[in-house]
Every structure is written in C-alpha cells, then in structure tokens.
C-alpha cells in the first residue's frame, strides 16, 4: 500500500483467495468493551427465549469471537465461568454449559491466528464444526446422564448461531472500524 496514495489499493498476492486478507491487521479492542459484550450477551442469555431448543447461543458466539479476535483477554476461564453461571441459571447439570463453552472457546483459541485472516463469512464456516463439536459433547454427556437421547433439534440454534456471526462480527468491530474511518479521512 502506498503511504503517499490513500486511495491505492494493496497488491494481491498471486494464488491468495479473495476471501483472505492477509494486510488486515485489526486493532485490540478496548478491555472495558470486550468485557462490556459479554456481560451483555450473558444478560441476554438469561431472558426466556433461549429456552427453546433452536435458539442461537448468543454467549457462546461473543465468546468465541473473542476468543478469535482477544486470545490474551478472554480464553478458557472466562468460559468456564459463564458456562458455570449459565448451568447455575439454568438449574441443570453443573459443568454442562461449562463444558461446551470451554470447548468451543479452546477451538476458537486454537483456530484464531488462521481466523484473523478470513473475512466474517469464511470465520463463520470455519467455526461451524467447532459449534457443532463442542454442543454435540454437551449433548452426548447430558443424554448419558439423563439415559435418553433429546434428539437433534439442538442442530438449528448451532446453525443459527453460525449464521449470526457476521452480522455479531461487524457489530463488535464497529469500535475499531471507527477509528480507521477517523484516521483515513484525515490523511
């Protein structure tokens, strides 16, 4: 990118997707922020819809972008620690929401610096099997204990909570874009 020209647009590298973007180097967030969303997305995690078994896990997805976008910042404890809030909440087995939450932050933190390449589309695809994994353990331990299998109804709200990750990325980069917006217009 050329530092006298604003408005040039960077070289693509031969043989790179178009979905990657290797020159993008995000910002860190604000602590206060970060940690502003998940206590935000753990208040909303609290309200009644989320009883129905297709609903997106709102926590588990901030959480995991996170994890993704702040490894240093929010990793497996936070995660652990909600999910022992939620079972808490919940009323059911302690260590189930803690188990999941733990796993898909340990996928997300795992997967992160191959994420950071990728735009919200692609991160989204790339986290389905980690939200997939880490409720169908949930689930297995759940249908071990309770001695019944619930079905796969649990599917739709991974798959609605994988649909909803780019427009909760956009939203929790706005921050950040801001910033860019700023500096970009005063050059």
Not at 50 to 60: F, K, Q, S, T, Y
Not at 93 to 109: D, I, K, M, P, R
Not at 138 to 154: E, N, R, S, T, Y
């Amino acid at each position: 990118m050329d530092r006298n020209n604003p408005t040039a647009q960077p070289a693509r590298r031969l043989g790179t997707p178009s979905n990657v973007r290797p020159e993008r180097l995000a910002r860190p967030a604000h602590g206060a922020f970060v940690w502003g969303t998940l206590l935000l997305a753990w208040l909303l995690s609290l309200l009644p819809w989320r009883v129905w078994e297709g609903a997106p896990d709102i926590l588990a997805l901030v959480l995991a972008f996170w994890c993704v976008h702040e490894p240093r910042r929010v990793g497996l404890v936070a995660a652990f620690c909600f999910g022992v809030l939620m079972d808490v909440h919940d009323a059911s087995v302690l260590g189930g929401h803690a188990l999941s939450y733990t796993l898909t932050a340990y996928g997300a933190v795992a997967l992160h610096r191959r994420l950071q390449r990728f735009d919200l589309w692609s991160q989204a695809m790339h986290m389905l099997p980690v939200f997939f994994l880490a409720r169908l353990v949930q689930q297995m331990v759940l249908a071990w204990l309770a001695g019944k299998w619930p079905g796969w109804d649990w599917t739709l709200g991974v798959l609605l909570t994988v649909a909803i990750w780019p427009l909760a990325g956009w939203v929790l980069h706005l921050p950040q874009r801001g910033t860019d917006d700023v500096e970009s217009s005063s050059v």
